[in-house]
């Protein structure tokens, strides 16, 4: 007991992050169970295409068994393969009927950053304007991003404003900025967290923790109440590449 304390307090000491428990077998099950359900209610595509993708790949390596005089063996290769593949077909629509559901919705990009895989300290609706253009700050190896939503004419003097802000803080700390939307220039919603996973590893895992907790000091907007409106805090994942 005494060794886990200790342990515990050697990593807040070096700034690693805690690990998370992850979610049980049966809770992993029931958001696999609820994401079906929701996404067959919206996306009545769905089911054929899970299906259809499962049956073909199984007849496909069927046929090659019968064809080499391998049935069995190919057949249960094929039942294999053909879970994997309809599991991603699966993870497709799933994500493509999430993103559906929160896009144009006041805050989804906060939504959609919130459940990136990986380490992000999401600061959401940092900077706004009273048009309802939103700013969100994010930290993570890369170093700074902030993700703007709403109408880029508008979003930049956002931007511009909290990177001068940032500025007295932050050091070579390197700042990117995206803003979400379908333009030139523009990252889609569908395709933020790509977009993140592509980013540059610039500061240490501990960095990380030092840094949000340094901006998290800062009260540059903090007397600023948050636009009124629901945001969206949560996007149903899927498995989809």
């Known amino acids: 007991m005494a060794l886990r304390r200790g342990k515990k307090r050697n990593d807040a000491a ?4 805690a690990k998370k428990a992850g ?3 049966g ?3 029931g958001q696999i169970k609820m994401a079906f359900s929701m996404t067959r209610k919206a996306d009545s595509k769905m089911l054929p295409l899970v299906l259809g993708a499962f049956v073909v790949i199984l007849a496909v390596f069927v046929a090659l068994g019968i064809t080499l005089g391998h049935p069995i063996y190919l057949s249960v290769l094929g039942l294999l393969f053909g879970l994997v593949v309809a599991a991603a ?3 497709r629509r799933v994500q493509k009927t999430a993103f559906g559901q929160v896009e144009g919705q006041l805050g989804a990009a906060a939504a959609v950053l919130s459940n990136m895989r990986g380490n992000w300290r999401v600061t959401p609706a940092v900077g706004f304007t009273k048009e309802q ?3 969100h700050r994010v930290v993570g190896r890369p170093g700074i991003v902030l993700v703007a ?6 979003v930049r003097n ?3 404003s909290e990177k001068r802000a940032l500025a007295r803080v932050v050091g070579e700390t390197p700042v990117y900025d995206v803003v979400v939307g ?3 220039g523009q990252i889609a919603l569908k395709d933020l967290e790509k977009h993140f996973l592509r980013l540059p590893r610039n500061i240490k895992p501990a960095q990380v923790n030092v840094l949000d907790a340094r901006l998290k000091a800062l009260r540059t907007n903090s007397a600023m109440p948050v636009p009124k409106g629901p945001m969206p805090t949560r996007v149903p994942r899927g498995r989809a590449r």
């Not at 939503?149 to 508008?154: A, I, Y």
């Open 133 to 135: 253009d939103l700013l």
């Open 23 to 25: 979610p049980s077998r």
């Open 149 to 154: 939503e709403g109408s880029p004419s508008r």
């Open 14 to 17: 070096s700034g690693k992050p």
């Open 158 to 160: 956002l931007i511009g």
């Open 27 to 29: 809770e992993k099950l």
């Open 182 to 184: 379908d333009d030139e």
């Open 89 to 91: 077909v699966f993870g």
